[in-house]
């Protein structure tokens, strides 16, 4: 072995990720499909994925999806490079494939993590990024130190190997999009209304603010499976939302509104008699 990691995977994202160990002195392998992406890098650059594999005890992989992972054991090589060494996958999926790809790896002799980057390129080697691993607690343990380089906040989430793709699926993309496609949506209609850059970027501010305030709250409300309300009920709620919906509607043409699945929960949690209960209270609706 020549390096202390490997990264496979230059896109931007894999990129960060070599340059955070760069910038952190530790000796790098990297292996991009696509020649020429390693540019500005310390790290030594190896011809083929199975050399970068065999390079180093650990390999971090940030590919464009989780079929590209599989893809590179594809060939006997790298079968048999990543034997004894370990894997940790950055790629973007869902639970079911870190466990058939933890599984794929553990049969080929290697240990594997799965983990997840809930961030942009930009917050990669940061004190504050928290990427969030999971799989073997003691495989992590083992590498906490040199994974911390690429974000010192970063969390173990639970032996279940799934964990880490479960948080991206429902929490990174589909939490997160869905607020900030919300925001871009509210915008143009805000600003049809002629209001200012200025008093969007304070409200919303602001209302990121009440955002931190209130998901503690529903997370113990949820938790309790307790949704008693002197605040604001699922009927406010369910009105004020089919107001916004039906004034946005008249703008929005052919196209469905980001709050409209919103507006029809709140519907039938309202019909399920949940009307005088917490917002949170969605939660025992949601699932057949």
């Known amino acids: 072995m020549v390096s202390e990691v490997s990264v496979l995977g230059l896109g931007n994202m894999g990129y960060a990720l070599a340059w955070a160990f760069d910038a952190a002195d530790r000796s790098a392998t990297v292996w991009n499909r696509t020649p020429g992406r390693n540019v500005g890098l310390?790290?030594?650059?190896?011809?083929?994925?199975?050399?970068?594999?065999?390079?180093?005890?650990?390999?971090?992989?940030?590919?464009?999806?989780?079929?590209?992972?599989?893809?590179?054991?594809?060939?006997?090589?790298?079968?048999?490079?990543?034997?004894?060494?370990?894997?940790?996958?950055?790629?973007?999926?869902?639970?079911?494939?870190?466990?058939?790809?933890?599984?794929?790896?553990?049969?080929?002799?290697?240990?594997?993590?799965?983990?997840?980057?809930?961030?942009?390129?930009?917050?990669?080697?940061?004190?504050?990024?928290?990427?969030?691993?999971?799989?073997?607690?003691?495989?992590?343990?083992?590498?906490?130190?040199?994974?911390?380089?690429?974000?010192?906040?970063?969390?173990?989430?639970?032996?279940?190997?799934?964990?880490?793709?479960?948080?991206?699926?429902?929490?990174?993309?589909?939490?997160?999009?869905?607020?900030?496609?919300?925001?871009?949506?509210?915008?143009?209609?805000?600003?049809?209304?002629n209001v200012s850059f200025e008093s969007i970027e304070r409200v919303a501010l602001e209302l990121v603010a009440l955002l931190r305030h209130q998901i503690p709250i529903a997370v113990a409300e949820m938790r309790a499976g307790k949704f008693d309300t002197d605040q604001a009920d699922i009927d406010v709620h369910w009105r004020g939302t089919e107001m916004a919906a039906e004034a946005m509607s008249v703008l929005a043409g052919h196209r469905d509104l980001h709050i409209a699945p919103l507006v029809a929960d709140l519907r039938r949690a309202h019909e399920a008699g949940l009307g005088d209960k917490s917002l949170p209270a969605l939660s025992t609706q949601l699932l057949p």
């Open 42 to 193: 310390q790290a030594e650059s190896a011809p083929s994925a199975a050399a970068a594999l065999a390079a180093s005890p650990l390999s971090v992989i940030c590919l464009s999806d989780n079929a590209a992972v599989r893809a590179l054991l594809d060939a006997p090589e790298a079968v048999s490079a990543v034997k004894g060494r370990t894997i940790v996958n950055l790629s973007t999926g869902v639970p079911r494939e870190a466990g058939e790809l933890q599984k794929l790896f553990h049969d080929a002799g290697a240990e594997y993590l799965d983990g997840i980057i809930p961030d942009y390129p930009e917050a990669v080697g940061t004190k504050d990024l928290g990427i969030v691993y999971s799989g073997s607690e003691q495989v992590w343990n083992r590498n906490r130190e040199l994974l911390s380089e690429l974000g010192g906040a970063s969390w173990y989430a639970g032996e279940s190997v799934g964990v880490a793709a479960a948080i991206d699926t429902t929490m990174c993309i589909n939490f997160y999009h869905t607020a900030i496609g919300a925001f871009v949506e509210s915008t143009v209609f805000a600003r049809h209304e």
